[in-house]
T-cell receptor, first 109, second 114 residues
Framework: KNEVEQSPQNLTAQEGEFITINCSYS?????LHWLQQHPGGGIVSLFM???GKKKHGRLIATINIQEKHSSLHITASHPRDSAVYIC???????????FGQGTRLTINP | DAGVIQSPRHEVTEMGQEVTLRCKPI?????LFWYRQTMMRGLELLIY????????DSGMPEDRFSAKMPNASFSTLKIQPSEPRDSAVYFC????????????FGSGTQLSVL
């Protein structure tokens, strides 16, 4: 079965802390997405990657194809980073995205 | 560009009524997706179109749901008749072309069926 698992489900941290959110998937993929959903409900695509690492500002996304695992890191976290972070993958041979259940991140000042 | 535009933002209706959700993708994007988000099931793909043609509608719950894309700049998702269990946030998203590109989401339609 094609599955996507995220951990942790909930994460609370203090401002300034380094944050790591993990995503594991069951079989080979052609692409992996990290999405951000703010309390207002809007969804923003942060990264799309199929190998290696990508960086945008304080956000870094990595993927290990052999281990079927991706991580999203946030450096110098800030309360405005509080959101739900969702991992989604396109499995090989398929077209559609399969979503993880999301990680709810809360950064306290 | 204004991004992906969805309407209405909120819809409250009574069970049995017809509901129509609308989406305008980003100009030039070839693929359009309809997703549903609930607390219990998270985000789920309902249907997606490529160049206005439905490619995969296996996520459409049942015959009460239908989606159309009459042209490259407009799509509708219709529920008839609506039921309370259809209450969810419905998102439309588009992307330029292949599966190796980012998705751009609309703001969603919050649907409540009483």
């Amino acid at each position: 079965k094609n599955e996507v698992e995220q951990s942790p489900q909930n994460l609370t941290a203090q401002e300034g802390e380094f944050i790591t959110i993990n995503c594991s998937y069951s079989v080979g993929i052609s692409a992996l997405h990290w999405l951000q959903q703010h309390p207002g409900g809007g969804i923003v695509s942060l990264f799309m990657l199929s190998s290696g690492k990508k960086k945008h500002g304080r956000l870094i996304a990595t993927i290990n194809i052999q281990e079927k695992h991706s991580s999203l890191h946030i450096t110098a976290s800030h309360p405005r980073d509080s959101a739900v972070y969702i991992c989604a993958v396109t499995f090989q041979g398929a077209q559609k995205l399969v979503f993880g259940q999301g990680t709810r991140l809360t950064i306290n000042p | 560009d204004a991004g992906v535009i969805q309407s209405p933002r909120h819809e409250v209706t009574e069970m049995g009524q017809e509901v129509t959700l609308r989406c305008k993708p980003i100009s030039g994007h070839n693929s359009l997706f309809w997703y549903r988000q609930t607390m219990m099931r998270g985000l789920e793909l309902l249907i997606y179109f490529n160049n206005n043609v439905p490619i995969d509608d296996s996520g459409m719950p049942e015959d009460r749901f239908s989606a159309k894309m009459p042209n490259a700049s407009f799509s509708t998702l219709k529920i008839q008749p609506s039921e309370p269990r259809d209450s969810a946030v419905y998102f439309c998203a588009s992307r330029p072309g292949t599966r190796y590109e980012k998705l751009f989401f609309g703001s969603g339609t919050q649907l409540s069926v009483l």
